[in-house]
């Protein structure tokens, strides 16, 4: 089962074509012609609540996120995918602990995407197989530590056994030359951004 998940973003530009939705509190007010199934939060960015919504209100003081919180509802709710919306944008500290929740979502087993502006990005550990158009730039960053990334196919700089340091820019702005790519992360995690 799949879910999107909303966060608390400036704005949100994608189309959000889930039929499963879940609001991170201030996630709702970027939602268009979608009902979300429910909002969870303290609810401290909507002014105005739904009365015909699920809604989980979690207390003010609290020692994880909405967005944490939306990533462990999905999970104890058998969704197996989930696809986040809004990671990237408002405050640096919020958008690396969104980018966290992508690291959560994995090891908690699910699989993850988060869809922005022109841009998919892809939590990887284990083997990647992306379906591209050719000349998309894909870059390849460690995530959280040493990764190292091996066996890529389809893409224009080769990566094998190439060890990707969070102290320097290697695997930034690659390219795909086919219309699939593929390589293996044998150590670490990586996030690859893909531009559409």
Do not use: W
């Not at 990237?88 to 869809?115: F, P, Y």
């Amino acid at each position: 089962m799949e879910t999107a998940i909303v966060l608390n973003s400036p704005s949100i530009s994608r189309e959000i074509t889930e039929t499963h939705v879940i609001c991170a509190d201030g996630g709702y007010k970027n939602l268009r012609d979608v009902k979300p199934s429910v909002i969870v939060g303290d609810m401290d960015s909507i002014s105005h609540l739904p009365n015909d919504i699920k809604l989980i209100k979690l207390p003010t003081e609290k020692n994880l996120s909405d967005g944490e919180f939306a990533v462990r509802y999905a999970h104890e709710n058998g969704f197996s995918k989930i696809v986040l919306y809004g990671i990237l944008g408002g405050r640096i500290d919020h958008v690396l602990c969104n980018l966290a929740l992508m690291k959560l979502a994995n090891s908690l087993g699910l699989d993850v995407v988060a869809k922005e502006d022109g841009l998919n990005v892809h939590f990887v550990n284990g083997e990647c197989d992306l379906s591209v158009k050719k000349g998309t730039t894909i870059s390849i960053l460690p995530y959280a530590g040493e990764a190292i990334v091996t066996s890529s196919q389809g893409l224009y700089y080769p990566l094998e056994n190439l060890t990707l340091t969070t102290s320097d820019t290697r695997g930034l702005s690659n390219v795909a030359t086919a219309e699939k790519i593929h390589f293996s992360v044998t150590k670490g995690d990586v996030l690859v951004f893909q531009y559409i």
